[in-house]
């Protein structure tokens, strides 16, 4: 049997038409049936396109003009928007970002799930589509004698300098153009991640939207900081907002921004934020949803799909430092949360004391040891949550959630593929996918969240 032509060449130009968005958000398109990827393409447009790469099955090409436009593309606000790797979506307005983050839940349900008639809701939008995040985590980079702060380039290790990122909270802009200033005033060594050496690795601020608290994380490869009482002094002036400095040790050659290891430069080491009638304690290692507003109603939905009545025993058996949990328990008689990360169930317990929860209970482990235990011990759950990552639940893991025969599950997702994909093992195990809510977490992203319900039978 005789291969397939591959009918585009690289190098050629082709005209082509977008149909949709991939999974990163670039556009997709068909050249004589075979498929192109077109970066910074919008669905419903005809463009022309360089091909860059070919494989057996698809193209990646670059966009060379728009010959018929979108109603919905933009001009992006950014100055560094096609230079940097943190938005994907901005040349997109936020009506048409709700709109293929919706089509991207509905797509992924019906060709991955193969699931029918599954009521796909609206995505609930931001109020801000812009300067939501509530955590800046940039990497510090050199060019000649210049410090650079800011994002990677796409698929890339470059640092992209940035003045002020738009998605960002204004304190974590300033945090960032300090660390520069500061590394450029006192010639403070950069670190090089091929040769291992140089001090100042990344800059992370964290603030708090409610409580308007923030602080302030200097990640450096060992633990000497030069001028250290410097660089604070200056911190504390251009963001009064600081309750914290910290210097993260990071000695490790490997891309995982923190180390293990926190020494309070001054102040406190974490800030308070407030989530609805709940606060929480973040440090730097700290869990929580970088745009607070959503979250709160990312939280809200998974609690009105459990249609807890106060007497339910619930299981959140991805609970990382109980946000979900304790949210849970205000409606519940008891919460079991597990989570295999020590340091998130001990902000997890620290959280439920803060906050007056008597009726949650965390505990360190891998759901697929501690849940059979649990049961065991005659524990019967009437509701579980999951809120898996990226990857999703694997299979003997869902099989033991429907084993436990909850009367439900909510399921929260990060990712359409493997939430479509979970869905579909667990309707065989007799659960129905009743609902999905999409929620907007990241705005100019091809992120998007989404709350699940399954009743059972």
Known sequence: MSEKIIPVVKEREYEIEI?????????????????????????????????????????????????????????????????????????LNYVGQLNVKRDMVVAAVA??????????FEVLGAADEWNYRNKMQFPIGKDGKKTLCGCYAAGSHRVIDIESCLIQRSVNDRIAQAVKQYADRFKVEVYNE???????????????????????????????????????KLLREVAPELVGIV??????????????????????????????PLTFSVSPHSFFQVNTKQALRLYETALEYANLSGSETVIDAYCGTGTISLFLAQKAAKVYGFEIVEAAIRDANKNAQENDVSNALFQVGDV??????????????????????????????????????????????????????????????????????????????????????????
């Open 368 to 457: 697929v040891e501690t849940l059979p235990k649990l049961v065991k011990s005659g524990v019967r759950p009437d509701v579980i949550v999951v809120d898996p990552p990226r990857a999703g639940c694997a299979q003997p893991v869902l099989e033991m959630f429907a084993a436990m025969q909850p009367e439900r599950i909510v399921y929260v997702s990060c990712n359409p593929a493997s939430l479509a994909r979970d869905l579909a093992i667990l309707a065989e195990q007799g659960y129905k996918t009743a609902k999905i809510q999409p929620v907007d977490m990241f705005p100019q992203t091809f992120h998007v969240e989404s709350v699940a319900l399954l009743e059972r039978g």
């Open 194 to 232: 091929e040769s291992g050496r140089g001090v100042l690795r990344h800059v992370m601020g964290r603030s708090g939207n409610a409580t308007g608290e923030a602080l302030a994380v200097i990640v450096t490869s060992g633990a000497v900081l030069p001028k250290e009482q410097e660089l604070v």
């Open 247 to 276: 210097q993260n040790i990071n000695d490790r050659q490997t891309n995982v921004v923190l180390g293990t290891e926190n020494r309070t430069l001054w102040g406190r080491d974490m800030l308070k934020e407030s989530l609805g």
């Open 19 to 91: 149909s949709g968005l991939g999974h990163s958000g670039e556009g997709v398109g068909k050249y004589q049936g075979f498929t192109v990827f077109v970066p910074y393409a919008l669905p419903q447009e005809t463009v022309r396109v360089r091909i860059e790469k070919v494989k057996k099955t698809y193209a990646i090409g670059r966009l060379q003009k728009v010959l018929k436009e979108s109603v919905n593309r933009r001009k992006p606000p950014c100055p560094v928007y096609y230079q940097c790797g943190g938005c994907q979506l901005q040349h």
């Open 111 to 120: 060709r991955i799930g193969k699931l029918d008639s599954v009521p796909v």
